[in-house]
């Protein structure tokens, strides 16, 4: 494909590069030559507008990439609905504003596959956005995600600025938040599952029923397509960005207890959600654009593991970009 974009020699601002997603662009950046802009949240809070206007007139990158955002796994959405809809809305309003001010002709939005609806036909393309009701459990950060986009589409509208977005599927990797409360499930299973044998436990518990399906990209395979829609495309519509598979949670939690050597019985926790029955989102669009993933779910389980050894400590807390 013709590039839209040349990244060498570019200075690209990355939004929340303490991150999981935000570092591991500022590592792909960095190996395609970018001079890579970075600033912590005690240089700007970017739920701030003036801060976040100020912050961007003063670095004037030539792009941005948006990775900044309040994240969370299942509980953690459904228990602060305020926080992920006003911290999410906030930042992306101060993003994309502060850049058209500082006249940055280049930005990625980031979303995620939360944006469909709960019960959108498999794989979900792009065009089953706001065709139906949208997953309760995290309904708050998906509104916030398709204003983002909507933002994004409006600008490049309004202002003809090369503003794009993608929704990245389930991520996880290194950097990944493994606090049991807040976090998503790959990295909650590979912790629980790891402590489980330390312990000599013969049981974990898992919440849920285990049979909703999940689709796992990891962040590095992320960070590489979204550098990759950077350099090569330039339109209206958002973009998926997933692996093209999905598979139970009940098999994940197999998948990882084999991968860190725990061999004892799953209990389920029914007070906790379910969250969506399946959301596995057709990658045919970024294909077609030449992308495709490289790390497989084992080996990617594996050296998330690695990290998760050498990086969290007992109390779960990391040393490294939490
Ligand atoms: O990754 P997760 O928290 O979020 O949970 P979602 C996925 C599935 O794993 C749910 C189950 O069915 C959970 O019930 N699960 C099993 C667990 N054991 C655990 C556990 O110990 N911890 C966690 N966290 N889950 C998120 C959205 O939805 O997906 C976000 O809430 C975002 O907004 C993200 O869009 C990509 O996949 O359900």
New binding site residues.
Partial sequence: MPDVYQLQGQRIYVAGHRGMVGGALVRRLEAAGCEVLTAGRERADLTRQAETEALIAELKPDAIIMAAARVG???A?ASYPADFLYQNLAIEMNMVEGARRAGVNRFVMLG???IYPKLAPQPISEDALLTGPLEP??EW??VAKIAGLKLAQAYRRQYGLHYISAMPT?LYGPGDNFD?NS???MP??IR?AHEAKLSGASEIT???TGS?L?EFLHVDDCADAIVHLLQHYDGDEHVNVGSGEDLA?IDLLRLVCDVVGYHGEIRHDLT?????PRKLMSGDKLRAMGWTPKIGLREGIATTYQWFLAHVDATGTSSARL
Avoid: F
């Fill in positions: 796994g299942i509980l959405n995620s596959s939360c459990t995290n950060y998906a389930n049991l976090s998503h499930v909650a299973l629980k898992m919440w849920g909703p999940r949670i906790k959600p379910d969250g969506t």
